[in-house]
């Protein structure tokens, strides 16, 4: 099993920034395919930002420009910076990684991945 411990969110104004956390184990950060989804329930979770093995990162649109998904091998920790915050940003955000050895690591790829964590609440007020 994959340890996964999320960490940081609360609720914040529009306009805000946040730093969510997803503490893991050496060999996840530097083996697996990780990633950061965001849950409204009821609505389905959606992909937020994946990162490769060699630090490269991807965003959805939604996102792109004001998350930045920063994978730090020397704190075992997958972080999500969160700038210039919405209230559309608010929801469940859940951690998540797993090997994906051939398929590029990107956020189509997140909600695939078969170990995730149990989330941090986010809200964000206008």
């Not at 490269?56 to 420009?65: R, W």
């Amino acid at each position: 099993q994959v340890k996964l411990e999320e960490s940081g969110g609360r609720s914040v104004q529009s306009g805000g920034s946040l730093r969510l956390s997803c503490a893991t184990d050496q060999h996840a950060i530097n083996n697996l395919c990780m990633g950061w989804s965001r849950e409204v329930p009821p609505f389905a979770r959606k992909p937020i930002a994946a990162i490769e093995l060699d630090g490269s990162d991807t965003y959805a649109d939604s996102v792109k420009g004001r998350f930045t998904i920063i994978r730090d091998k020397a704190e075992n920790t997958l972080y999500l910076e969160m700038t210039d915050l919405r209230p559309d940003d608010t929801g469940i955000y859940t951690c998540a990684a797993d090997y994906r050895p051939t398929v590029p690591c990107l956020p189509g790829a997140v909600e695939s991945l078969g170990h995730r964590g149990r989330g941090t609440q986010v809200t964000v007020s206008s």
